[in-house]
C-alpha cells in the first residue's frame, strides 16, 4: 500500500496480512510539497505521485529498495489533485488544479512524452480521474458538480463523450468504474455516493418500458429528420 503524504513524502506498507501491515524502508522523496494522489501501475512495478503541479515516477520493483525515475514531468500550471494509470500501464492521466486532465505516455517511464493538448471542459478543479477497465474511456470528476468523459482509445487523439454526468450538488471527489465497466460511481461532497449505469441498450429499455409510449410515424416524420426508426418499438 502507498501513501501521499503533507511531508512531502510517499510511504509504503506491506499489507500481505492487512492486520498487521509493515511499514517498507524508509520514505520515498522527491516531492518537493504536499503529494496529493499516488497510484500503482497495473504490473505493481511504478508508482507514481503527483503534487505541485508534477509528476514523479519510482520503479518499485523491490518495493523496500524503490528508486526514483527519471525527472518529475511537468506541464500543468497548478496542483495536480489526482493520478492513475491506463489498464495497459502505458498511459498516465492527472487531474489537474487548472481545470483539465493532462496525459503521458509512460511506455519509457524515464523519457514519459506528454501525449498532444490537455482534456477540457470541467469549468474547475479535477478532483479525480479514473479509466475504464477496457482503457476506452477516461472520466474525471471536478468540483463543477459534474463527471465528464472521454473516449481515449487513441490517446493521441481524444474525444469528449457526450454530455458530462450531473445530478450530485456538490464537488465530485472520486470516480471509479465497476469492474465490467458498465457502471460508473462518484462520491461527493454533499456526502452521497452516485452511480450511472453506461450499458446503453439497459437505459433504453428501462425508458421505454417506463414510458411505455413511442412516436407514430407521422410524429416522428415531422420532429425527427431521420428515417424511421423508434427506438422503443420492440417493446
Known amino acids: 500500500m502507498a ?14 496480512n492487512p492486520a498487521h501491515p509493515e511499514r517498507l524502508g524508509p520514505p520515498l ?4 510539497n504536499t503529494v496529493d494522489s499516488v497510484a500503482f501501475s497495473p504490473n505493481g512495478r511504478m508508482l507514481a ?6 509528476v514523479r515516477l519510482w520503479d518499485v520493483t523491490d518495493p523496500a529498495h524503490p528508486e526514483r525515475i527519471g525527472r518529475p514531468f511537468t506541464g500543468p500550471n497548478a496542483p495536480i ?7 495497459d500501464g502505458r498511459t498516465l492521466a492527472a487531474g489537474s488544479g487548472d481545470d483539465q486532465v493532462w496525459l503521458w505516455n509512460v511506455t519509457n517511464p524515464a523519457h514519459a512524452a506528454r501525449i ?10 479535477v478532483d479525480s480521474v479514473a479509466f475504464s477497465p477496457d482503457g476506452r474511456t477516461l472520466a474525471a470528476g471536478s468540483l463543477d458538480d459534474k463527471v465528464w468523459l472521454w473516449n481515449v482509445t487513441n490517446p493521441a ?12 450538488d456538490n464537488a465530485i471527489a472520486a470516480v471509479a468504474f465497476s469492474k465490467d465497466g458498465q457502471t460508473l460511481t462518484a462520491g461527493a ?16 429499455n428501462r425508458i421505454c418500458t417506463v414510458t411505455s409510449s413511442n412516436l407514430n410515424s407521422a410524429q416522428w416524420a415531422r420532429y425527427i429528420l431521420l428515417p424511421y426508426d423508434p427506438p422503443c418499438r420492440h417493446i
Open 29 to 32: 522523496k522527491g516531492a518537493t
Open 157 to 168: 487523439h481524444t474525444a469528449r463523450a457526450g454530455l458530462p454526468l450531473t445530478g450530485p
Open 49 to 54: 505521485g503527483s503534487f505541485d503541479g508534477k
Open 189 to 204: 461532497a454533499d456526502g452521497m455516493i452516485w452511480s450511472w449505469d453506461l450499458d446503453l441498450s439497459k437505459v433504453i
Open 81 to 87: 489533485y489526482s493520478v492513475a494509470f491506463s489498464p
Open 3 to 16: 501513501a501521499g503524504s503533507a511531508d512531502n513524502k510517499v510511504w509504503l506498507w506491506n499489507v500481505t
Open 116 to 125: 498532444g493538448l490537455p482534456l477540457t471542459g470541467p469549468a474547475s478543479w
